[in-house]
């Protein structure tokens, strides 16, 4: 596989790898009878698509490291974590209790659906939520097993594995840092970059690399050097997906305009925003922010307002500001493959100015 390809080579790879393994788990459950298929082919269609960007990261990683570029163990390995990355999506949707994700409906929605439109007994909402909750736990154990069974050397798979783990727990952890977040209603820039770390820009970029060079048998200086280009380019990413939040084009983000001011998502550029804000703006965005009912024209005058503060102009240079260190961590790398580092930084524009 040709790294500068990663982008469109892997996605083909990695879709490959995710139907097969979907297949084994299919025979292996086939016993449970077929009220489970609903539930399983919930699972396949979630990891259909999408960006890909933690697999490619991960293979970038392994090819940063010297690893072989036809080993198809590290496709196996680097597809485990869009099963990583789906399992914190569907558990997101039912915290922000999100009606939409990617232009179709949130998983508990569709199964309350489900459940409705079969007149089953019960609150069709609760059975929306509660399958939602064993699907992201089922694509969670998921991650893992397919993690394992990649058949690479087993001493870098537990080196790898380690990494992995620690992935896991940060991504939790950040995510019940967004949900104090909006819960206390605080809009302090540094406790939002922080969830912005935690939450999103280590599990997307810093480790998955980690992961792909850990599996190849990378130094620790390498590993190192790779937290300086992973970490300022996952929070450039996530900052991204903050403006996307408010000023996407639904079309394009697949999510309905202004969602993250409905759900109130403490993010940088609303903090920004609360800072900038006059007071008759402060107790607009305070009455606005976090209003499930928010109607077209209120979501609108929210965005006139996160604008007109500066906020939206900060953010935007921030992740120019970001974007620079990143270029400036890959030049000094040591990196063995050079089709990697080119790989990794036609991944970053790919992350950081994309409008989905």
Known sequence: MSTQDVTADLATAV???????????????ADLGPELVPFLDAAQAFVTGGKRLRPAFCYCGW?????????????RAASSLEWLQASALVHDDVMDGSDVRRGRPAV???????????????DAAQFGVGSAILLGDLMLSWCDEMF???DLDRERLVRAAYV???????????QFLDLVGQSTGVNSIEQAMRIVRYKAAKYTVERPLHVGAALAGA???????????????????????DVLGVFGDPEVTGKPAGDDLREGKRTVLLARAFENANGEQTRALSEGVGRPDLDP???DLLRDIIASTGALAAVEDQIATLEARVDAALTTAPIVDADAREAIAQLAKRATHRQS
């Not at 879709?15 to 097969?20: I, R, V």
């Not at 090819?63 to 496709?75: I, L, S």
């Not at 992995?164 to 950040?174: A, Q, R």
């Not at 790779?226 to 450039?236: K, Y």
């Open 15 to 29: 879709q490959s790898e995710l139907d097969g393994f979907v297949d084994r788990q299919r025979g292996r459950l």
């Open 63 to 75: 090819r940063a490291a010297g690893g072989d570029p036809d080993e198809r163990g590290v496709v």
């Open 108 to 122: 508990h929605r569709a199964f309350e659906s489900r459940h409705r439109n079969a007149n089953w007994v019960g």
């Open 148 to 150: 394992r069974s990649s």
């Open 164 to 174: 992995l783990d620690l992935c896991k727990s940060e991504v939790v952890g950040g």
């Open 219 to 241: 130094d620790d200086e390498l590993i190192e050097s790779l937290s300086r280009v992973g970490v300022p380019l996952g929070e450039a990413f996530q900052l991204r997906d």
């Open 297 to 299: 024209v209120e979501v």
